[in-house]
Structures are given as C-alpha cells and as structure tokens.
C-alpha cells in the first residue's frame, strides 16, 4: 500500500516508514501539512499518518481537509502528550483510529494490516475519484484563488443552487465539477446541459425528454437530462444564452420542482443541485430584457464569480508548470522546463482566452518545442505581438474563437504593413514597432510569403 506520514518529528517518520518498509509497503514522509497535502493530491496514498500537532496547520483542520478531498483515504492521528482528548475527537470528523507517541510498532503493523483488508475491496473505485479529483483540482496561489477555493469547500457541503460567472475560459465548468467532488452527491452524476449549443426546438426534449411518438422521429421514449440529473447535479452551462421562451418553461419548473416528458402526461420529480454558469452580464442581460429577473433571482442563491487570469498573475506560473507536467505525462516525454524571460512574456500577458488560451499554448510550445528548455524562440506569435493589435478594431466576422480572430487580424495587419512597404522589412519592423526577427517569425508562420506577388 501507499501509505504518507506528516509529522514534524523526522524520527517518527523514519521509525514508521522502517516498519512499513519492511512489510512491502511504500512510504514517504513529509515534515509539514502543507507539503503532505499537495502530495496528496499528487499521487493517490490508501494511508496517512497525520500528527495531531503540526508547525503550519492544526492536525484536526488538517484531517477535516483531507477527508473532504479524499474520503476514501484512511487517516491515522498521531498524538503527543497531552493530545488524547483531541485524539479521540479526531473519529468524529473521520479518523480511522489514532496512535499514541511513544508509537508501539507493533501496533502499526497490525492497524496497516487491517486497513489493507478494508482498502483493497475499493481500490479501483479510489483510484477513478482521486483521478477526478486530480483533473478538477483548482491551480493558483493568488489571494483571488485561494479564497474561491475556500468558497468553493464551504458551499460544496450545501445543496444552494449555485450560478457561476466568468469570463470565457476561466475555469466555470472547472468549478463546478469541483462543487460536484467535494460535495456529498459526488456518487450521484453530473449532468450537463449546454443552452447555447441545442437548437431551440430540441431543448425542451433534452431538458424534459419526450415520449415515444411525440413528435416526427420520436420513435422511442427518451429520458430528459433533468430527470437524469436525480440525486446529482444538473449544470446549466451558457445559461445566458438561452431564448426567452425556453427561459419561461425553465423557471415554471424551477417553481414548482415538476416538469413532463414532451407528449407525456406523468408528472416527474427530480432531486437535482442545479448549478448555473455564463459569461454574460446578466443584470446586463435583464435590462435589455434579454434576460427574465426572476430567473436570475431563482438560479443565483449562492453567486460565485472566477476572475479573469490577467487579475490575478500570479496563478500564471502555476498554472503553466501544471499544464506542462500534465502534458509531458500525457505524450510520456520528460518535463521542459522554461526560460525566465518566457515565464515573464506569460506573466505579462493578458490572455483574452484566460486558462483555456494558456493551456492551449503550453500544450502546443511543449509538443512543439525541441530540447529540455523552452524560451522565447518557442512563444507564438500572439504573446510577444498581444499588445500592439489591443486598441485596433478588427473586423472580424463573429463565429471564430477569440483566439482565432485574433490570429486572423494580426496576419491581416501584418500583411498590410508588408504590402504598404512594398515588402520591405525594416520599414514595415518600424511600422508595426516589432522587432525583424519577430516580423520572419510571422511571415513564417502565417505562411505570408505565398501573398508577396499578388
Ligand atoms: N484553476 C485551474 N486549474 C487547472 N485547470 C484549470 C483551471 N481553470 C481552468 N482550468 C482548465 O482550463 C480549461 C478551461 O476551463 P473551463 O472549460 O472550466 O472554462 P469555462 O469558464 O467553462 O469556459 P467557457 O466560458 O469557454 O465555457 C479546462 O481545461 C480547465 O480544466
Ligand atoms: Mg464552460
């Protein structure tokens, strides 16, 4: 088994990982909470011996955190002197037993020996939930992710309904299926709806579903995705986009709690925790009546809103270290590593796309790049050009991804300045205030050479 001490004391974690070790199971220790838990969430351990006392985190918070992110995972307190009655305490909040120092060995040696009976039975069950929980974890370390996170723990416990704001990109669904994991229908499914992406004519069968005959091509009973939902979490996503109409029909059902198949008569109940994501404005939205008011008031009981990544830089490092790692395991290569000046050309930027436009990118610099290190010559076109296109409108048709638009204008102006120049580099480098280089690069990669005699 996998099993992690945390406790301050280093010869507690050599004596209990010596015992351990000899029986065939796998130990690591750490020397305070915090480094325990990140591991924690690092890799999946059936076992972990938390002292009651530690340098940065009470032992019992410590626990209580533990379980709300891994409840399968068995803890073992470890008490000093003088921490028996908080010992005891501890299997209130889920502590499978507790040890008192001085450890006796033998005593570990049974206790693993016992949870090894309990844990194998549920071993590949654990392994999918902390898989999830892995993916859906929030990266950052700003002030402004640290106190979602936080947010983020407390209402999961609740059933509230839930409406998640944000610009596109920055993590809504992210959030929500976190809401999902950590609360206590994490065995019951998450359903999603996506209310910009249906046809309206098809929503009300896929929110309500229809019966047999219904309509032309009904040929069978189908079951709606609220009904689904029962027990779980039904996710409205894009919910601002959604047509008056359907909003009218949505909101009598948030009412009353009861909806019919289309063509149907039973009346159903489903038990669902409906969380609600946008990127719109919608007090916006209502007041140029795009958007009914008491919806709005209906769906946004506990508001939560995630921030742009350009207001909160510092979750920028992180998050490109993460998707690094996460990258390299998924095509099995080694780990890059990046520049400094790379690292400040991704702080400094604004990422319009915010954590879905940086993933992107990393995803593509590590595929792309060659050698252990990335710097500035493996930067798209887009992070050292991000500033000078801002203030220009671009006129693009609506349809593309910001992104995409984005590249477009930029080969467009590009091509522009090329063109005005007759093609002459220096003077359309000046024009564009971009360094020669940077100007081949996008040539390059806009293929723009193909344009020059036309
Ligand atoms: N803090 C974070 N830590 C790790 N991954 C994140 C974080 N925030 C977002 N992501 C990842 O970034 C990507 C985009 O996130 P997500 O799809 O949740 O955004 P969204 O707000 O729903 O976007 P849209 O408005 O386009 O629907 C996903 O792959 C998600 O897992
Ligand atoms: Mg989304």
């Not at 947010?151 to 920055?170: C, Q």
């Not at 003077?427 to 940077?438: F, I, K, P, W």
């Amino acid at each position: 088994m996998d099993i992690l001490i945390i406790d301050d004391e280093k010869n507690i974690g050599v004596a209990i990982k010596g015992i351990l070790e000899d029986e065939g199971h796998k130990c690591e220790f750490c020397l305070n909470y915090s480094d325990g838990f990140k591991r924690l969430k690092e890799k999946m351990f059936d076992i972990v011996f938390l002292d009651i006392w530690l340098p940065d985190t009470d032992g019992v918070e410590g626990l209580r955190e533990i379980k709300r992110y891994f409840p399968e995972t068995e803890v073992v307190m470890i008490s000093g002197h003088g921490t028996i009655e908080t010992a005891v305490e501890t299997i209130r909040y889920g502590a499978y037993d507790f040890l008192e120092k001085p450890l006796s060995l033998d005593r570990i040696t049974m206790m693993v020996k016992h949870l090894g009976d309990k844990l194998n039975i549920l071993r590949d069950l654990r392994k999918s939930k902390f898989n999830l929980i892995k993916k859906y974890d929030l990266i950052g370390v700003s002030d402004a992710i640290v106190r979602l996170k936080d947010k983020i723990e407390r209402i999961a416990a609740m059933n509230s309904w839930v409406l998640i704001t944000g610009e596109n990109g920055t993590g809504k669904e992210h959030v929500a299926r976190l809401i999902h994991m950590l609360g206590k229908r994490s065995d019951k499914p998450f359903v999603e709806i996506n209310c910009s992406a249906v046809p309206t004519d098809l929503i009300e069968s896929e929110m309500f579903g229809h019966e047999k005959g219904s309509f032309t091509g009904s040929i069978q009973r189908k079951i709606g995705k609220f009904e689904l939902a029962d027990g779980g979490i039904l996710f409205l996503d894009e919910i601002g986009d959604m047509g008056l109409p359907m909003q009218a029909k949505l909101l009598r059902v948030l009412e009353t709690g009861e909806f019919t198949r289309v063509g149907g008569n039973d009346t159903i109940k489903s038990d669902f925790r409906l969380i609600s994501a946008t990127n719109k404005n919608l007090p916006v939205e209502i007041a140029s009546n795009r958007f009914r008011s008491d919806l709005y008031y209906r769906i946004n009981v506990i508001p939560v809103e995630v921030p742009p990544l350009r207001e909160r830089r510092d979750d920028i490092a992180p998050l490109v270290n993460h998707f690094i790692k996460e990258t390299s395991a998924m095509n099995g290569i080694r780990e890059k590593q990046v520049t400094d000046g790379l690292m400040r050309l991704f702080t400094d930027y604004d990422w319009p796309g915010n954590v879905r436009q940086l993933k992107n990118i990393v995803e593509r610099m590590v595929v792309l790049s060659e050698g252990d290190t990335m710097d500035l010559n493996d930067a798209p076109a887009i992070l050292v050009s991000g500033r000078e296109e801002e203030n220009i409108d671009g006129g693009v048709d609506c349809g593309s991804t910001l992104k995409e638009a984005r590249d477009e204008f930029e080969k467009n102006y590009i091509l522009k300045a090329l063109k005005s120049t007759n093609w002459n580099i220096s003077q359309a480098s000046r024009m564009l205030d971009m360094e020669r280089t940077y100007l081949y690069r996008k040539i390059r990669v806009y293929e723009l050479d193909k344009y020059r005699d036309k």
